[in-house]
């Protein structure tokens, strides 16, 4: 039969082809199968037309491009490690980046202040006294530099050994800082009259003063948590062994009245300790107390400040809101991704946390529901605080910026 018009085959009757066999003589080769293919028309995978389970190139693009934020803060040339609010006005902001540099700039417009130059390393600590007026900035080699923000200029420095922490005082002009080598350090500014607690040669990883501002709590990488003097210069209690951790500190929270201390540590427990006996009163984690190779980091912990709550944030992703009269676990809220850092709003139950997933979310500690959540970072949120109206969260994060969020949305 001939048919010029390509190649279809007529029937007749009821007959019905089934297979069509090419009778040639050999088997195909690999050159007939390369010839075969090269007529089939293979679509653009970006192209296709069934997307069904399948995010499309515009779908995660226009999810990376949802911004929820109000102000940008682009001055950064790497990523953004720390960021706080001056605590007088909640108006200022300032943040440290792996540029080595530390700037002080206005929350509403984004306008820089003061830009802290100097550092040799990325500025991992940056943070205001107690009445705004100074601004101490530190890098990761022990390079602590304190400025004056009025006359922006640098009114002190001076070099540690490799920087854990630093945290001013609460109510005086008076710095502490813990190093990689185990020793704490306090100066008076702008004197510079200095005192240091000594411990063992492990780090000082994570340290607080209580509110009464004559105490400090350190908590070490071996696990131990210690409680200093800081007049007398010794130590008050030494928690460690059974009852300590049995991994490196990682937080440390305090409540109001500073009578208890909550730790968390890369062994996955969080401890309440009594401040004024050394005693450990609670112990806490999700896994239980089963011993696993891969523990679940506590990276962040707090005390509600209007009801008997406390938050534990894990690095696998889960927050878990305890009851702090009872030590029962109320709620479990997961995240898609690990969580930074926590933080409790000052007149309600609702506590923000950041993750890895580049995210900011809100939740009611009272039925453990997610309120918001807010986007806009394109890499990880390394660190972020809530100003005291808890109108206004501040974000650093790894995409080299920093961006202000209002909190006070319509669904709130």
């Known amino acids: 039969m001939d048919n010029t018009e390509g190649n279809a085959v007529e029937l007749h009757g009821d007959e019905e082809i089934i297979e069509v066999i090419e009778l040639n003589d050999t088997e195909p080769g690999p050159d007939d199968l390369a010839d075969d293919l090269g007529d089939v028309d293979f679509e653009d995978p970006g192209n296709t037309g069934d997307d069904e389970g399948w995010e499309t190139e515009d779908e995660m693009e226009a999810e990376a491009e949802q911004d929820d934020s ?9 990523s953004v490690f720390c960021v706080s609010l001056d605590p007088a006005t909640n108006s200022m902001a300032v943040t440290g980046g792996e540029d080595d540099k530390a700037f002080v ?46 006359n922006k200029e640098e009114i002190w420095s001076f070099e540690v050994g490799d920087l854990e922490w630093l945290e001013w005082h609460p109510c005086a002009p008076v710095l502490l800082a813990g190093t990689d080598d185990g020793n704490v350090w306090m100066w008076k500014i702008p004197s510079g009259e200095c ?17 009464d501002g004559k105490r400090a709590v350190v908590g070490y990488e071996d696990g131990t948590v210690r409680v200093w003097d800081l007049k007398q210069g010794n130590a008050i209690h030494v928690i460690k062994g059974q009852d300590g951790h049995q991994g490196a500190l990682t937080s440390l929270a305090c409540n109001k009245d500073g009578t208890l201390v909550l730790t968390g540590s890369v062994d996955g427990h ?14 806490f ?11 679940n980091s506590v990276e962040s912990v707090g005390f509600c400040k209007t009801l008997p709550l406390i938050a534990v944030a894990y690095l ?17 809220c997961q995240h898609e991704a690990g969580i930074v850092h926590l933080q409790w709003e000052e007149s309600s139950s609702v506590v923000s946390t950041c993750c890895l997933d580049g995210k900011l979310r809100l939740w009611d500690a ?5 309120v918001s959540e807010f986007r806009g970072h394109t890499a990880e949120i390394l660190d972020f605080t809530v100003n005291r109206e808890a109108s206004v969260a501040v974000t650093a994060s790894g995409d080299s910026q920093a961006k202000v969020f209002c909190l006070q949305r319509p669904d709130r």
């Open 70 to 78: 109000d102000l940008t803060f682009s001055k950064h040339s790497g």
């Open 105 to 150: 700039w206005r929350v509403s417009d984004g306008e820089v202040l003061l830009e802290c130059t100097g550092h040799k390393d990325s500025v991992t600590c940056a943070v205001f006294s107690h009445d705004s007026s100074l601004v101490a900035t530190a890098d990761m080699s022990g390079l602590i530099k304190v400025w004056k923000v009025e």
């Open 195 to 211: 005192k240091t607690f000594q411990s063992a040669a492990c780090q000082a990883t994570t340290g607080k003063i209580l509110p």
């Open 270 to 283: 969080a401890k309440l300790i009594n401040t004024a006996t050394g005693k450990v009163i609670g112990s």
């Open 285 to 295: 984690s999700v896994n239980g107390d089963k011993d696993e190779e891969e523990t």
């Open 316 to 332: 696998e992703g889960t927050l878990a809101i305890y009851d702090l009269s009872t030590h029962v676990l109320r709620h479990r």
């Open 366 to 370: 009272r039925s453990g529901n997610l």
